[in-house]
């Protein structure tokens, strides 16, 4: 039963797709469009503002001391999963069209998560210290790398247009407000850990806001008449296939490198991990223009997946003994 409980769809989730569906049968036109643009504009700069403020950089500097653990973590997400990502074109155009593609591209270039990394690396008795500081890094480079991988990897493959005013509204609404965040940090962070709720509904109020956007964009530009039944069949097929590659790769590199079950476990959660809070905010700067409906439909997909795939695995870590010997803790550079 708890696994049940720990595998049933997270409530969020299914306000997000409760919200797409609400976009596809009433999406926003008109004047009510143009302030529902702007509404979100706002919503991602304060978003990520809130982001700023919330992750400790001295924090993250002390995480660079285990530099092997969150160095493999940081390459699992922005070199192993592209890489995996780039193989996947193969299934371009036969399995997935091309706008379906670019989503499955597009999730394998954002950070990993933080608070669910966090809580199933504590349910599996990992390390949870080394777990906050490589999913906060992860994120911390995320609004850095993410932009430049999609520049790089997408602008050249022809999968999208990354030009210089798009540039120009990724410093206006992720990089600005971040580093804001990070400067007015002494100033918030008191009160931020005192009132959580507020700074949740501004967290999950934003995604959901751009999840409105990017459907109601999509309904308005007709994408979805494209699009079979099996296409999305192919879609949820072809990312419990790379979740798969991902948990198997973070398995075998974890026991190869030496790391302790602990780090192990922080390895496996971390590294296979997809970010929704920040991937859905960052496609709706990246791909505007685009049908970002569809573009970010992996990552809903991939998202719910790997929460129920990985809540699983946290029970099994949970259940099983430390293998004998594992306790003696990897070298540290």
């Not at 070199?79 to 069209?97: C, D, H, K, Q």
């Not at 494209?226 to 419990?240: M, N």
Request: hydrophobic share 55%; with cysteine.
């Amino acid at each position: 039963m708890n696994v049940l409980r720990q595998a049933r769809p997270d409530g969020f989730v299914l306000g997000i797709f409760a919200v797409a569906g609400l976009a596809s049968i009433f999406p926003a036109t008109g004047t009510a469009e143009n302030v529902l643009g702007w509404a979100t504009k706002i919503a991602i700069g304060l978003l990520f503002l809130i982001y700023g403020a919330r992750l400790s950089p001295q924090e993250a500097w002390e995480g660079v001391k285990h530099w092997r653990l969150h160095s493999v973590v940081l390459a699992m997400t922005y070199v192993i999963f592209p890489l995996i990502g780039l193989a996947l074109r193969i299934l371009e155009p036969t399995i997935l069209t091309q706008d379906l593609y670019t989503g499955i591209l597009f999730l394998c270039l954002v950070p990993s998560t933080v608070q669910s990394s966090i809580a199933f690396t504590s349910i599996a008795k990992g390390n949870v210290a080394g777990a906050v500081v490589s999913a906060s890094f992860s994120n911390i480079v995320g609004v850095f790398v993410t932009p430049l991988l999609v520049i790089l990897l997408m602008n050249t493959s022809g999968d999208a247009h990354v030009d210089a005013s798009s540039i120009l509204d990724i410093v206006a609404q992720l990089l600005i407000p971040f580093l804001v965040g990070q400067l007015i940090r002494p100033l918030v962070t008191g009160w931020l850990s005192r009132h959580s709720k507020p700074t949740k509904i501004v967290d999950r109020g934003s995604i959901l806001l751009v999840v409105y956007a990017a459907f109601s964009e999509s309904m308005n530009q007709h994408v979805w008449s494209s699009v079979s039944v099996w296409r999305i069949v192919a879609v949820v097929a072809t990312c419990i296939v790379l979740l798969a590659i991902v948990l198997a790769l973070t398995s075998v590199i974890g026991r190869a490198l030496g790391f302790t079950r602990a780090d192990r476990i922080v390895l496996v959660f971390c590294g296979s991990k997809k970010s929704l809070a920040s991937g859905l905010p960052m496609a709706s700067v990246l791909f505007a223009g685009q049908p970002v409906g569809l573009i970010v439909l992996p990552l809903l997909l991939f998202h719910q997946i790997q929460l129920m795939v990985c809540a699983v695995l946290a029970q099994r870590y949970a259940r099983a003994s430390p293998v004998e010997g594992d306790a003696k803790p990897a070298p540290r550079g």
